[in-house]
Structures are given as structure tokens and as C-alpha cells.
């Protein structure tokens, strides 16, 4: 966690994993630490039924995993989670948790399309990336948006943008990129188009969208500086080994042993894939 926490109830053997901000808590003490200084990425769904086994299983605290299965199963507010949650122990004295409704009640009146961009924003971070696709597809269709200017728009094609990078499209990244940059015109969203473009190899792309989006020639230099030491270490990754060692195994012969790790490699991905879509 970062921090020295007392703890006086149980310590979990195995810990709660908060994907969004790739953090382990071991009492119910950390989750109360972890929602105090998160409120403001926090959602419904970060509170689900595995979270509620985990209070059962590891913390022993039948009485509070109980009512988490019935904030759960009714939809209720996070407001009612984070308070059953926190007047669960003795981490925080009353006027931190009122403290803590207040700010959960100025985020509640937060304009809808801020808080649906809260939402995918915390997708994206913790790399679920059709999750955020389709909270960023849901904010672009929805009525707030007529109110939003240019550096809105700009924002959100951005990180659809990384989203699609992250899915390995780097077309329709650079399609996004591209709209970002048009939207908004940070140069960050250009030089992420020019990524997508040197990643695809388009040569003659490149050249135009340089020219066209006023990219000088010392930007050039250092954007293309950057590509390539990126591509150097991404050369000498551990995954990029695997791949290799494995056309390695093909060449000498050994097709059981390549084909067992074929399977393998697929078994894993499909696993992450599953993860990304299940939340």
C-alpha cells in the first residue's frame, strides 16, 4: 500500500487485487486506506461478488460480506458500499467518513458526460480497453455531448485512440488520433498518430501528416528518436522472446513441444481477453 497501516483484525493470506490502480490490500483496514485515497476513481462495480467472497473467506467478516452480497444484488449507490465498508472497522472516525460523503455528493453532481468519462477513463487505465471503447463510443451518442466544445471531443477520440493501440489496431488508433488532434489540437494526440503511422509502416503517410499538422523537423527528429529506442527495447522483451524462441523450436524440428506451446500462449491470452471483458 505504500503506507505503515495498524491493522487490528484479520490479515488475508491471499490479498484483493484493485486492477484500476494495480494495488494489493490484506485487511479490511487497506480497503478502508484504499477508498479514502481513491474516492475519487471509485465505482459500484469495483465492489462485486468476489470481493465479498474475499471479505468472507480471508477477513472471516460473515456479517459484512452478507451485506455487500445485498448491496450488490440491489444495485445500490457506491455511497452505500463505501460507508458499510468503512463503518466496518475502526479505521476512520465518524467525521472522516461524513467527510467522505460529502465528496462522494460533489462528484454525484459531477455533469453526466464528466462522470461517463470517469468511468472509461478507469477502464482504460487498467487496460480493459473494449470496456472503455464502449463507455467512450456511449458518451460520443449521448445528448451531453452537444454542450461539449473541441478539447472534450479531442480528449475522448484520444484515448479510443489508445485503446485501439492497446488492442494492437493501430489503424483505427491512428484514425482516432487523428480526430483528436483535429478536435483538440494537442500536439500529444499528433505525435501518437505519427507512432501509429511509423508503426504501420507509411512511409508516404507520414510525410503528408507531418506537413499537414506542422510538425518541425527537430519534433520529427525526436519523435522518430523515440520510435526507435521503443522499438529496440520492445525487440528485447521477454514476450518478444518467447515469440522467437518459438520460431526457434519450429526450425529445429521439435513440433510436439512447438505446438504444446502454441497451445499454451492461446490458452493464455484467451484468459486475459476473458478477464478484460468480465468486469
Not at 462522470?115 to 480497453?129: F, G
Not at 489540437?185 to 512511409?203: F, Q, T, W
Amino acid at each position: 500500500m505504500g503506507k505503515l497501516i495498524q491493522c487490528s483484525s484479520r490479515i488475508a493470506k491471499k490479498p484483493y487485487y484493485f486492477r484500476v490502480t494495480n494495488t494489493n490490500v490484506y485487511s479490511i483496514e487497506e480497503v478502508c486506506y484504499y477508498i479514502y485515497n481513491n474516492i475519487d476513481i471509485m465505482q459500484e462495480e469495483f465492489f462485486n461478488h468476489s470481493f465479498a467472497i474475499w471479505l468472507r473467506e480471508e477477513l472471516g467478516m460473515e456479517d459484512t460480506a452478507r451485506k455487500m452480497e445485498n448491496l450488490v444484488n440491489g444495485h445500490n449507490s457506491l455511497k452505500d458500499i463505501v460507508v458499510t465498508l468503512c463503518c466496518s472497522c475502526d479505521y476512520y472516525e465518524e467525521r472522516e467518513v461524513h467527510g467522505l460523503i460529502k465528496v462522494m455528493d460533489e462528484i454525484q453532481n459531477f455533469p453526466v458526460r464528466k462522470k461517463q468519462k470517469i468511468k472509461a477513463d478507469n477502464y482504460l487505465r487498467c487496460n480493459l480497453y473494449e470496456k472503455a471503447l464502449e463507455e467512450y463510443g456511449n458518451i460520443l451518442k449521448s445528448d451531453n455531448m452537444l454542450a461539449a466544445d473541441g478539447s472534450e471531443y479531442g480528449l475522448i477520440y484520444h484515448n479510443m485512440g489508445v485503446a485501439y493501440a492497446g488492442l494492437g489496431d493501430f489503424n483505427k488508433a491512428a484514425d482516432y488520433f487523428s480526430q483528436a488532434y483535429k478536435k483538440g489540437k494537442d500536439k500529444e494526440s499528433a505525435r501518437e498518430y505519427i507512432y501509429c503511422l511509423l508503426l504501420n509502416e507509411d512511409s508516404e503517410k507520414y510525410g503528408l501528416v507531418c506537413s499537414q499538422f506542422d510538425i518541425t523537423e527537430e519534433e520529427r527528429d525526436i519523435i522518430k528518436k523515440d520510435f526507435d529506442e521503443i522499438d529496440k527495447l520492445n525487440a528485447s522483451s521477454k514476450a518478444v522472446g518467447k515469440i522467437s524462441r518459438l520460431r526457434e523450436t519450429l526450425k529445429s524440428g521439435y513440433l510436439e513441444e512447438y505446438y504444446n506451446k502454441v497451445e499454451d500462449y492461446i490458452k493464455c491470452w484467451k484468459n486475459e481477453y476473458r478477464e478484460q471483458i468480465s468486469v
